[in-house]
């Protein structure tokens, strides 16, 4: 049972031009968003987060939209750079004592020079 | 400032072998974790620690244990290595969870069971 999921594996993007990744979930009760990236041999970094109270979350190049009543968040990226290159994971948490985070599968990002 | 390091990098095993994988963290975080990720599937969490001396499970908790001795150090162990095990494992860690604490990671150890 997906709690969030990626539901494409891979993008494939020219360098300036947008990228949107998406992510889906089913409870309802998550009320805090991430973004993390992740490099090969590498481990996940943090990207930008939202917050449930929020619709949009903005951070130099990268912005977060979520809409609660389609349980789906999306990551823009403008312009995307060839660094942008990795996988990104959604993660999600129902907030609580314990900060535990769902991850999504993941979408590969390939941004084209 | 290290960050999290985590110890072996790589390690191959044999089915039925055992063996610790060490993650240390240097920002006096109080909350550490243990995911492994696999093909398809994402992070998954194993077993998480909220503070020195406190262990809980995760979602995929069997066939492994943990213990958080010090502060800055969580140790996952298995004792009877089964090739369902082959993973990728990564450790994190957070300040706590007062209020949506973003999580560190470290940089991974791969893990071969033949």
């Known amino acids: 049972d997906q709690q969030v999921k990626q539901n494409s594996p891979s993008l494939s993007v020219q360098e300036g031009r947008i990228s949107i990744l998406n992510c889906d979930y089913t409870?309802?009760?998550?009320?805090?968003f991430l973004w993390y990236k992740k490099y090969p041999a590498e481990g996940p970094t943090f990207l930008i987060s939202i917050s449930s109270i929020k619709d949009k979350n903005e951070d130099g190049r990268f912005t977060v939209f979520l809409n609660k009543s389609a349980k789906h968040l999306s990551l823009h990226i403008v312009p995307s750079q060839p660094g942008d290159s990795a996988v990104y994971f959604c993660?999600?948490?129902?907030?609580?004592?314990?900060?535990?985070?769902?991850f999504g599968t993941g979408t590969l990002l390939a941004v084209q020079p | 400032n290290a960050g999290v390091t985590q110890t072996p990098k790589f390690r191959v095993l044999k089915t039925g072998q055992s063996m610790t994988l060490l993650c240390a963290q240097d920002?006096?975080?109080?909350?550490m974790y243990w995911y492994r990720q696999d093909p398809g599937m994402g992070l998954r969490l194993i077993h998480y620690?909220?503070?020195?001396?406190?262990?809980a499970k995760g979602e995929v908790p069997d066939g492994y244990n943990v213990s958080r001795l010090k502060k800055q150090n969580f140790l996952l162990g298995l004792e009877s290595a089964a090739p369902s095990q082959t993973s990728v494992y990564f450790c994190?860690?957070?300040?706590?969870?007062?209020?949506?604490?973003?999580?560190?990671f470290g940089p991974g150890t791969r893990l071969l069971v033949l």
């Open positions: 620690s909220v503070g020195e001396g406190t262990t």
């Open positions: 994190a860690s957070s300040y706590g969870a007062l209020y949506q604490e973003t999580q560190y």
């Open positions: 993660a999600a948490s129902e907030g609580g004592a314990t900060n535990k985070l769902i």
């Open positions: 920002m006096n975080h109080e909350y």
């Open positions: 409870n309802s009760m998550f009320d805090y």
